[in-house]
């Protein structure tokens, strides 16, 4: 059992609500945004809708089971009843491989070369859930170490995708994509290095209660960002394409 005081769990329980929340009201936006951009476009909304309504379900179980596995400001963290911080690696399983289809998605590439892209970025992004999910259960430093130096390979494999062979298809997209497309890159390196830092707490002198409640906030924010702002970013560029390609602006 974890003893928070009565801010931390405050903290913890307002954090998830505005997790739940963000995912809800992005899947509703772009949902009703498809007929703003040409039907060309319209998967990459859909998968994005996906991804925050998948991440949205999840947050709703972290919700209840942070809930029913306090005893007032007491949260029972192992045996029958526990927090459940497995929610969050079955959302990233899902969710972080749809998210950058939907990079690819919304560039509209030729079949070909979208196959090739997605038939990397997938496996390698499952690769890298995985292997850091034994880490993230485990109490014994090394094994953290071992586990997440395992999931770093996949992770520095989908930045070179992302970032040498999507960089090449970047020259023929209209003026203001590429540069949008930069930007999102640096967004998912940025939220994802979050990941990383939440999982090593224990490594870097942050335990207990200070570390639970820290994992969670860290967790939850570069969620929001990594799927909301990046669902909205995603929506623009569907929007710049679809201007410039002749539709008209008050759609």
Excluded at 59 to 87: H, K, L, P, Q
Excluded at 103 to 129: D, N, Y
Excluded at 149 to 156: A, Y
Aim: aromatic fraction near 12%; hydrophobic fraction near 50%.
């Amino acid at each position: 059992m974890l003893e928070l005081t009565a801010n931390q769990w405050n903290t913890i329980y307002n954090v998830f609500s505005f997790g739940l929340i963000s995912m809800l009201a992005c899947t509703v936006y772009t949902l009703v945004s498809q007929s703003r951009v040409l039907p060309k476009y319209r998967n990459a909304l859909v998968l994005s809708s996906m991804v925050t309504f998948i991440a949205g379900y999840h947050y709703w179980r972290i919700f209840n089971s942070f809930s029913e596995s306090s005893d007032g400001y007491m949260v029972a963290t192992t045996g029958a009843g526990s927090f459940n911080e497995g929610y969050r690696y079955v959302d990233w399983l899902l969710t972080v491989p749809l998210l950058l289809v939907e990079v690819v998605a919304v560039l509209a590439l030729a079949k070909a070369a979208s196959s090739s892209l997605i038939t990397r970025l997938v496996p390698a992004s499952a690769a890298m859930i995985a292997l850091g999910y034994p880490g993230e259960i485990s109490a014994d430093d090394g094994t953290k170490i071992l586990w997440g130096v395992l999931s770093t390979i996949p992770f520095l494999y989908i930045l070179y995708v992302l970032f040498v062979e999507l960089g090449k298809s970047l020259d023929r997209q209209p003026a203001g994509v590429a540069a949008t497309i930069g930007r999102l890159r640096l967004l998912l390196i940025a939220t994802w290095g979050v990941y990383p830092i939440s999982y090593l707490f224990p490594l870097l002198g942050i335990t207990g209660t200070d570390a639970f409640m820290y994992r969670q906030i860290g967790y939850t924010v570069a969620d929001v960002l990594a799927k909301c702002v990046f669902g909205l970013t995603i929506y623009k560029i569907a929007k710049m394409k679809s201007a410039a390609e002749g539709m008209s602006e008050d759609k």
